[in-house]
């Protein structure tokens, strides 16, 4: 639980902070750690059956022990050192049950603090991360004010919209408009792109 702690820690308060551009890798993260979390309730529900399961198995054991005991009394007339015996294996029994649902309840408990403080730390990051959200720009806006006469040219590798321009002697701007391309840097090869001409 502290491994996941100390992970969750490094994702919502360091990495967006040290690092804006990991916010998607931050995501998941949180995601993997929200499945880590929903596998060790599963676990603890399964803890909580085993327990349940020994307590009920306790009690019938306590009842046939009970039960023979009786028979066997009538039947053999036990001395009372067999019986003070056999009730203090009865007494130790109890203790150990009683010190087992002792230990789980503190283990519970411990277990239910941990999973507060994370849901804490989780909203934190989650406020934080919702707070330091990139505003997006707003669309961009082409102009067509550009010639109308031109052609087609795919897109080789390594050419960029500047040497495209360049090497049909055309403008960036007029080629950038033509074809409404956002980001210039990501053209990629095969992308058939309209270039201008005078």
């Known amino acids: 639980m502290k491994k996941i702690l100390d992970k969750l820690y ?8 040290a690092f804006p551009t990991l916010n998607a890798w931050g995501n998941i993260q949180v995601a993997n750690l929200k499945q880590d979390l929903e596998l060790i309730s599963r676990e603890l529900a399964g803890l909580r059956s085993e327990v349940e399961l020994l307590r009920r198995e306790n009690a019938q054991l306590k009842a046939v022990v009970d039960s023979v005991t009786r028979k066997s009394n009538s039947e053999k007339g036990l001395s009372s050192a067999q019986l003070v015996q056999i009730n203090g294996r009865i007494s130790t029994l ?23 403080e994370l849901i804490k730390q989780m909203n934190k990051g989650f406020e934080q991360i919702s707070k330091s ?10 102009s067509t004010d550009y010639p109308q006469k031109g052609f087609v040219h795919k897109v080789e590798k390594g050419e960029t919209v500047s040497s495209i321009a360049k090497k049909y002697e055309s403008k960036v ?8 391309i956002v980001d210039p840097t990501k053209v990629f090869v095969g992308k058939e792109l309209f270039v201008p001409q005078k």
């Open 10 to 17: 490094w994702l919502v308060f360091v990495t967006p902070v």
């Open 133 to 142: 959200s990139v505003v997006p720009s707003p669309a961009k806006t082409f």
């Open 94 to 116: 109890d203790k150990k049950v009683l010190e087992n649902a002792a230990s789980q309840a503190k283990i519970q408990s411990n277990f239910n603090q941990q999973i507060q």
């Open 173 to 180: 701007k007029w080629i950038i408009d033509a074809n409404q």
